[in-house]
């Protein structure tokens, strides 16, 4: 609402002074200051708009701000350096962002700007050879807060879990199950670790008949997959996590969508014939070398399957494919991308993210845990060892982009280290604040303008950002945001209570302030709650 009154004045002033309106941005940033002592909010607009109107900075700086200090809500706005304006707001104008919360509730932080998106957001997609890792549940925590954070923002999400349930890591894994089932070492390259023992034995006792029959490679193939799809799905759901689409790759090959898609290619003139192999011309967009798609022998290379899916993505009606892969994958970013442009679309329509690793450290060093499968930790072992919620919330709040060392001390300590605690603790000292208010007769109030104590404004302000954390989030792809904003939403509300009184004392009478300090923590209780179920962690009501 600032920007929009920022921009209005600026509009206005330009039109007063002959200038060219057109030299205004389409985007005007309003931010907080680092040092509270500069205002409330400031903007760079007359920098970004003085050039192209052909007037010095300062000087548009001046007429902007003189202009600004007359509207109502704004105390005050001072230039500052070659052209900043710092804005400070009148007390009740900068209150009613508490009856702004109040009134919208679970919808505080939501907006519709990408409410013509029709959205594939593809995570997670292990392949089905054993349980998931912690590569795997870093993506299964930060694919489906990016979903939720999408969603919030109005665009339409489908989340999909591709099986790559077709190729040679398929052979390995069914040869090392019957291997496990006679009693027998794993085949070279083969997989280990108890829950090959245990599938097996599975397999077993619903096939009795499988072992040395002639159907024994294919049973335990489709048995022995069958209960490795199970164990993903129930990990992934007791985890927080669900998927609309669960796509198998060996589906792509059994209809004849490979078949198509190379097809389709061939007759665009996409793939050539070189050496006997059939190749995209992947460089004509940007990749490093054209890439086989079917192989000198006839068959198809495993970006066969990968073209097909991008093709049967797009057949599907989603405009925009987010695909979430692996810090081994980054090859894949530029193939892609011509895939979509082989096929006539934008590459743009393709957005690939890449995870960096992650590790477990307990007393500096890094844990190997996990029993069953090995030398692999899994989704599993680190529930078991901090929970869902720590777990989901420390694999959200750190950027992708980087590797992740999560500390398992760390996460079981209840204290303000630990910010899964600190933020679900703000929250539960505030539900517990509603109580005690609600047994002494207090309700919240809407005398906003009383709020004039640093520590109110800061909190205030603090939580008008909510909104544009969560759009930027969703612009950028970046979760990450949305916990470290309510890390500092939460720093806000304790240093907001430890110095200002909500409830009154002893026989203390009620007054107004103590209604419009308690609406404040009810804002503030809400935008708490709303920002953890876009992170899909609870928000608890004691603790």
């Not at 809407?446 to 939580?463: A, K, V």
């Not at 430890?498 to 009154?504: E, H």
Request: charged share 25%; hydrophobic share 45%.
């Amino acid at each position: 609402m600032l920007a929009d009154l920022v921009r209005a004045t600026a509009r206005d002033v330009l039109t007063d002074r002959g200038l060219d309106v057109a030299a205004l941005p389409d985007d005007v940033g309003v931010e907080r200051p680092r040092n509270p002592e500069h205002g409330d909010y400031a903007t760079n607009v007359a920098l970004r708009t003085a050039k192209k109107a052909g007037v010095p900075p300062r000087d548009l700086a001046t007429w902007l701000a003189e202009a600004l200090a007359s509207r109502d809500g704004v105390a005050s706005a001072e230039i500052a350096g070659p052209g900043f304006i710092n804005l400070r707001l009148a007390s009740d104008a900068q209150g009613a962002m508490v009856g702004q919360v109040l009134a919208a509730g679970p919808a505080y932080g939501t907006g519709d700007e990408l409410a013509a998106r029709n959205v594939n957001l593809e995570f997670v997609s292990a392949n089905p050879t054993g349980p998931l890792h912690l590569g795997g549940t870093r993506w299964a925590a930060v694919g489906d807060a990016l979903g939720r954070v999408l969603t919030a923002r109005g665009a339409k999400v489908t989340r999909e879990y591709y099986f790559n349930d077709a190729g040679a890591q398929i052979d390995r894994f069914v040869a090392s199950l019957v291997a496990a089932a006679k009693g027998e070492p794993a085949p070279e390259n083969g997989y280990g670790g108890a829950y090959i023992a245990d599938i097996a034995a599975r397999v077993v006792a619903a096939e009795p008949a499988a072992l040395g029959s002639p159907e024994q490679d294919e049973t335990f193939r489709r048995v022995g997959i069958g209960f490795m799809f199970d164990e993903i799905k129930q990990d992934l759901h007791a985890f927080g996590t669900d998927f609309d689409v669960w796509f198998h790759e060996q589906s792509l090959h059994e209809s004849g969508a490979v078949e198509a898609a190379v097809t389709q290619l061939k007759e665009s003139g996409s793939l050539y014939e070189a050496d006997g192999a059939w190749w995209l011309r992947s460089t004509d967009h940007g990749d490093d070398k054209d890439r086989v798609v079917i192989k000198s022998d006839g068959r198809p290379a495993y970006i066969a399957g990968d073209i097909a899916y991008l093709r049967d993505k797009r057949a599907r009606g989603f405009d925009l494919c987010i695909y979430m892969l692996g810090a081994d994958h980054h090859g894949y970013v530029a193939r892609l991308k011509a895939a979509a442009a082989a096929f006539g679309d934008d590459p743009a329509v393709v957005e690939v993210l890449i995870g960096q690793l992650v590790n477990l450290v307990r007393d500096g060093q890094p844990v190997r845990m996990s029993k069953r499968a090995g030398t692999v930790v899994t989704m599993q072992d680190l529930v078991e060892a901090v929970g869902v919620d720590a777990a989901r919330y420390s694999l959200i709040r750190s950027s992708v982009d980087s590797s992740l060392d999560i500390d398992l001390d760390l996460l079981v300590k209840r204290s303000n280290d630990n910010p899964v605690f600190y933020v679900q603790y703000a929250h539960a000292r505030l539900s517990s604040l509603a109580r005690n208010a609600a047994d002494v007769g207090l309700t919240a109030g809407e005398e906003f303008g009383l709020l004039d104590h640093p520590r109110e404004g800061d909190l205030i302000r603090t939580i008008g950002e909510f909104p544009e954390v969560v759009r930027a989030a969703a612009e950028l792809r970046e979760p990450h945001r949305v916990a470290r904003y309510l890390e500092s939403l939460a720093s806000a509300y304790h240093k907001f209570y430890d110095a200002c009184r909500v409830l009154p004392m002893g026989d203390e009478e009620i007054t107004e302030l103590h209604r419009a300090r308690l609406a404040l923590c009810v804002a503030a209780r809400q935008v708490l709650a709303n920002g953890l179920e876009l992170l899909g962690v609870s928000a608890p009501e004691r603790m």
